[in-house]
């Protein structure tokens, strides 16, 4: 789904899989390996706010490519998360333990949060 979503939103660009590789930094083999599996979240957050779409758009979880407020917040989180900030960063190791199911709820909670303010 993320391969073929990247592709689609490329030619809508009028823009080449090696062209849009080349500006998120990363090789052509890389984005094809998408086809059969995901990158780094990072990665996947870094492409979302190339074309301007939500991450969960990217990944098939929704068929709304606009960016919410909560979208939004959860990109500052993600970049929050990856630059070192050592309480988010042990927040994130703690984080990675979790099943999915807790991770939903977890998501449920933040969105609250962030909606509330």
Known sequence: MLF???KLLSEKRGKTLQEVALELGISVNALYKWRH???KIDTIQKAADYFQVSV???LGRTD???LTENDMATGEMIHALMSG???LF???KQIA???DKELDAIQVLIDSMVKDR
């Open 85 to 87: 900030d050592d309480k």
């Open 56 to 58: 969960d758009y990217l």
């Open 64 to 66: 709304d490519p606009y």
């Open 37 to 39: 599996q995901n990158p």
């Open 4 to 6: 073929d979503r990247v």
């Open 90 to 92: 042990d927040l994130n």
């Open 97 to 99: 333990k979790l099943s």
